[in-house]
């Protein structure tokens, strides 16, 4: 019974989302567009070494396909903690940090699936040393999709602690910002983290940004062996469940403390 | 220009309000062009030049975009919120004020917070010139000073085309997002790094690099590749305010046509 309550956050905002597909188009064409800056400066610099390049392209593309997975597409929370009635939110007899994570889930599948086609169509204009390589083989594929899932999983929780700490703060844009802006540094969409020199990889793909997008996009382009798989997927999950558990944590101090501004 | 610094000063004194959250807002602002230049420095270090550039050299041209960019976006914050005060009413207010309307707008909300980019951008240019030893003449910073002051013109004048095409759909067009972001994407690196159509997109159509690139090449002492004959130098950047000038005849057009969204 309890989880019925979730199930149906997630079905109302999935189906509110789908509303927005006109608004989606605007933002697709311009996705392509930054892709394909990327790409050509990367075909560029690469020199003609095809292996390599090829890989790089996959890589820009699926981070630009997933791209507006990272942001914290719910105004309302925000919206509820500025105006004070995140009060009323709190009379609600679920649990409060579930209740908006799994809102969040949905608006960030909804929004992701209503653009993966259009986006797919529109790589498919340009020549074909610049487009997406399909998955590696059947199992990567599946081992991604499940990563992907993780992954959007780890970024909603990453967007309700920024919601945490603005709860406290009151202010929405200084540190959500900078954390947003450290996300899209560190998650491989400013540049992909296959890039980063060799001497920085480990570094760089154990820390918690590597497992929203970067992780999954390994497994999309394949693994060395089933034990790299599995060490890189137990990564994933640790992160998850180390931030799910800090996010609840600042949730619950928070909402007992609480200070409702406003009449 | 009595009412530019009297708008300046109110603009630094609200932001002055919130100190923490101006603090953190151009810590950000660091943050974002950090991860353009750890980007850079990234890609350099895996691939050691790009095209016929050395690095020291690509350094300049992204500290020259970038500073001419967080110029232009401190001037023209009130353009970048144009659709949300065309939906709001504020816009028929400042019809009402016996002021210059693209005065009022350009300066609504002049933006303090852009020293922080503007910091990097001089710091980056500083840097390569001591790398490069470029032997200052007054011919060289005059050129240089000119060919910036003509690309803020031109951004201006495509963050204006935005705001116009607000008169004619309520909603802001993300695609526009193309030529100013995307222009700075584009053009924080070399313009001839891309393969043709972009070329000639960001220097015939949208003349980015012709107001910018073509000049600091010659600073530089190295001439683009597809370069334009030394005595048209001086002249290429007169694009940017050509451009502006355009852009404001078009302005003055969409606001004989507006009609207020009322409330």
Request: net charge positive; glycine share 8%.
């Given at each position: 019974?309890r989880y019925?309550?979730y ?7 999935a189906r ?27 075909d560029?610099?690469?020199?003609g070494?095809d ?12 981070q630009q ?6 942001f ?11 105006t004070?009635n ?25 929004t992701i699936?209503?653009?993966?086609l259009p986006?797919?169509l529109?790589?498919l ?7 997406l ?30 919601s ?19 996300m ?8 992909p983290?296959?890039?980063v ?24 382009q394949?693994?060395?062996s ?6 890189a ?8 469940v ?17 200070e409702?501004?406003?009449? | ?6 708008a ?24 974002m062009t950090?991860g353009?230049l ?6 350099l270090?895996r ?8 690095g ?6 992204f ?21 949300s005060?065309?939906r709001?009413?504020?816009?028929d ?6 002021r ?10 002049l ?17 390569a010139?001591?790398l ?12 240089l000073?000119?060919s910036m ?5 031109l951004m201006?004048?495509?963050?204006l ?6 008169f ?8 526009v997002n193309?030529?100013?972001y ?8 070399p313009v001839?790094?891309y393969?043709?159509?972009i ?9 980015v690099a ?15 590749a ?12 007169l ?25």
């Amino acid at each position: 019974m309890r989880y019925r309550a979730y199930t149906t956050a997630f079905r109302v905002e999935a189906r509110q989302q789908t509303r927005y597909r006109g608004a989606a188009m605007g933002g697709i064409v311009t996705q392509v567009f930054f892709g394909l800056i990327l790409v050509a400066l990367y075909d560029t610099l690469s020199g003609g070494t095809d292996e390599g390049f090829r890989r790089t392209a996959t890589y820009v593309w699926l981070q630009q396909i997933f791209f507006r997975a990272y942001f914290n597409l719910d105004s309302e929370l925000n919206d509820q903690v500025m105006t004070g009635n995140v009060a009323y939110s709190m009379l609600r007899p679920v649990d409060l940090h579930s209740w908006w994570f799994w809102r969040a889930m949905a608006q960030k599948i909804i929004t992701i699936a209503m653009r993966i086609l259009p986006m797919l169509l529109l790589q498919l204009l340009l020549p074909e040393r610049w487009r997406l390589l399909p998955p590696a083989d059947i199992p990567a594929f599946v081992q991604f999709a499940f990563s992907l899932l993780i992954g959007f999983m780890i970024i909603c929780q990453i967007n309700l602690i920024c919601s945490a700490i603005s709860m406290r703060t009151l202010d929405n844009k200084g540190i959500t910002a900078m954390i947003n802006l450290l996300m899209m540094i560190l998650a491989g969409n400013i540049i992909p983290l296959t890039l980063v020199p060799d001497r920085l990889q480990t570094l760089i793909r154990l820390q918690p940004f590597a497992q929203l997008l970067d992780a999954p996009i390994r497994m999309y382009q394949g693994m060395a062996s089933p034990g790299e798989w599995l060490a890189a997927a137990a990564l994933q999950l640790g992160w998850l469940v180390l931030l799910w558990g800090l996010c609840r944590w600042m949730w619950s101090r928070n909402l007992l403390r609480i200070e409702v501004q406003g009449g | 220009m009595r009412y530019m610094m009297n708008a300046m000063r109110m603009n630094l004194r609200r932001a002055a309000q919130y100190r923490a959250s101006f603090l953190m807002q151009i810590c950000s602002q660091i943050v974002m062009t950090g991860g353009d230049l750890w980007a850079m420095l990234m890609l350099l270090e895996r691939y050691g030049r790009m095209g016929h550039w050395e690095g020291r050299e690509i350094l300049f041209f992204f500290g020259a975009m970038h500073l001419v960019f967080s110029v232009t976006e401190m001037i023209n914050r009130g353009l970048g919120h144009f659709g949300s005060s065309i939906r709001s009413g504020a816009f028929d207010t400042m019809l009402t004020r016996p002021r210059r309307l693209l005065t009022q707008v350009l300066l609504s909300e002049l933006d303090p917070r852009r020293v922080g980019t503007m910091a990097v951008g001089i710091t980056a240019m500083a840097v390569a010139t001591a790398l490069i030893g470029i032997e200052w003449t007054v011919w060289k910073v005059l050129l240089l000073l000119w060919s910036m002051t003509a690309t803020v013109c031109l951004m201006l004048g495509l963050f204006l085309l935005e705001a116009v095409i607000c008169f004619f759909s309520v909603q802001s067009i993300e695609m526009v997002n193309i030529l100013t972001y995307g222009g700075r994407q584009t053009c924080q690196y070399p313009v001839d790094l891309y393969p043709d159509f972009i070329r000639i997109l960001f220097t015939y159509v949208v003349p980015v690099a012709l107001c910018l690139q073509y000049p600091v090449s010659r600073v530089l002492g190295r001439p683009m590749a597809a370069g334009i004959p030394d005595g048209l130098l001086w002249l290429c950047p007169l694009a940017g305010p050509g451009f502006l000038a355009l852009m404001t005849l078009f302005w003055c057009f969409g606001v004989r046509r507006y009609r207020s969204t009322g409330s």
